[in-house]
C-alpha cells in the first residue's frame, strides 16, 4: 500500500473526514490546508474542522433525518461524530460540541496519525494528481476560478438561494389546486408543470402576505456575505419592497391559471413543485428569503393551503461555492474533466456540517474502491448516506443545494402510517440496509 497516495485538499468537516477514512484504510494522504498561512472571512482559529457558525450539529432523534445521518456516521466509524460525542454539551434534543474541544480533537487526531502528512499551502489551481478537493462554501477566488475555467463557468455558483420545501401531507388539498399554466404538463411527471399545487389568493390574502412579509423579522448578512442579489434569485421580501403588485407579476403571477373552487383566474398564486418523485414533498417555487426561521413558518403559514404546513426545509440565501454536481460529476463524486480528481462538502451541493461530513466520507469510500478497481458500491439509497449521495447525482432541472430531508428518501411502501411512525419506519428500514453495506461492501468499514 506504499505507493497508494491521496491528497486532500482543504481540512473542514469533509476534507477532515475524507483524510481520517483515506489514512485509516491504508492510504499515506497529503494534508493541503491553507490555515495557519491563511484564512476564509468565516474563519477564527488555527485549529482544523472549525465550525464557523453554530456549535449545533442539529436534531439527535433517528425521527430527524439529520439525526438519522449522524447515527450511520457513527456506526460507520466517522471521526466528527466520534469528536462530537466526545466534546457534547447540553443542547437538549440537539447535538451541539465545545467548539473549541471538538476542532482540537480533530486536528490532534490528524496530524498524530502516521499516514497523513499536513502541508501548508494556498492552493490556486485544481490539482492534478489523485486529490479530493473540499474547499468549502468559501472557496479562494483563484481556486474556484481555475475550477470554472475547468469545468465552465455556467457550472459553478458563489451564491446560494434556497426555496422552503413543506411536507405533502400538511397541505390543505380542500385549499389549494393542481394545474399547470395554460392546461399544459402532465399529472405524472413530478418535473412537469401540472405536478405543480397552486394556493390562490385573493386581493385582500395577497395585501395582507405582502404586508406580513415585509414586517417580518429578517437574518442579517453575516460579515463576510456582501448582500449582492442576483436578479433571478433576489429574496422574495426584496421583491415585495419594490412595489405592492411586483410579487403579483413575478414569482406570484396567477397567469395561465384557473382556481377550480371559482372558476376564475385568481388575483396571486404561490406554486409548489414536487421535490421528489414520490410526491412527499413540495418546494414554494422563487420563495428563497433571508427571513428567520421563526418569521417563515408565520408568514407562510397565511398562505392557503399552508396554514399547518410542515417544514422539512427552511428558505435562505447565503455565500456559497458550488458546482452543479448531476452535470459535472461521476458516479464516485470525480469530475467527469478530470477523473483523477473528487469534489466532497459544500462544493458539490450539500449543506450543513453533519452533511458535509458524510460526503467525505462516502467519497472516501468511493475513492478506496476505484484505487483497488473493485466494484463501486456507495451505500444503498434508503440510507442517510445513499439518500444524500443520491440527492447530489441525480438530474435535476435547477440543482440548487440542501441539507438531507425526509425527502431524499424512497417511500415506503405502506402510505398510511402517520408522520412519526413513518418517520421512524424509514429510520429503522435505513440501519438495517447501512449493517449491511458496512459488513459487505468493499471498504465500507474499516478494518483491523
Known sequence: MASARITVVGAGLAGAEACWQLAERGFSVDLVDQKPLSRTPAQSSDLLA???????????????AVGLLKEELRRAGSLILRAADATRVAAGGALAVDRDAFARFITSALESHPRIQRHVALLTEVPTEPSIVAT???????LATDLARLVGAEHLAYYDAIAPIVTADSIDETKVFRASRWGKGDHAEPEGDAAYVNCPLNRAEYDA????????EKSAPRPFEEPRYFEGCLPIEVMAARGERTLAFGPMKPVGLVDPHTGRRPFAVVQLRAEDRALTAYNLVGFQTRMTHAAQAQ??????????????????????????????LGPSLELRVRPQVHLAGQLTGVEGYVESAASGFVCSVM????????????????????ALLEYVLRPQPRFQPSNITWACFPPLGDPKLRKLARYEALAARSLLALDGWLENAPFARIRA
Open 209 to 216: 402576505f405582502v404586508a406580513s412579509l415585509l414586517a417580518a
Open 50 to 64: 472549525e465550525l464557523v457558525c453554530s456549535n449545533s450539529l442539529r436534531g439527535a432523534s433517528l425521527a430527524n
Open 136 to 142: 468549502g462554501p468559501l472557496t479562494s477566488d483563484a
Open 367 to 386: 475513492v478506496a474502491q476505484k484505487w483497488h478497481q473493485v466494484p463501486s458500491t456507495p451505500p444503498p439509497n434508503v440510507t442517510a448516506l445513499g
Open 299 to 328: 408568514v407562510f403559514r397565511t398562505i392557503p393551503g399552508l396554514q399547518q404546513a410542515v417544514f422539512l426545509r427552511f428558505g435562505g440565501i447565503h455565500r456559497n461555492t458550488f458546482v452543479d454536481s448531476p452535470k459535472l
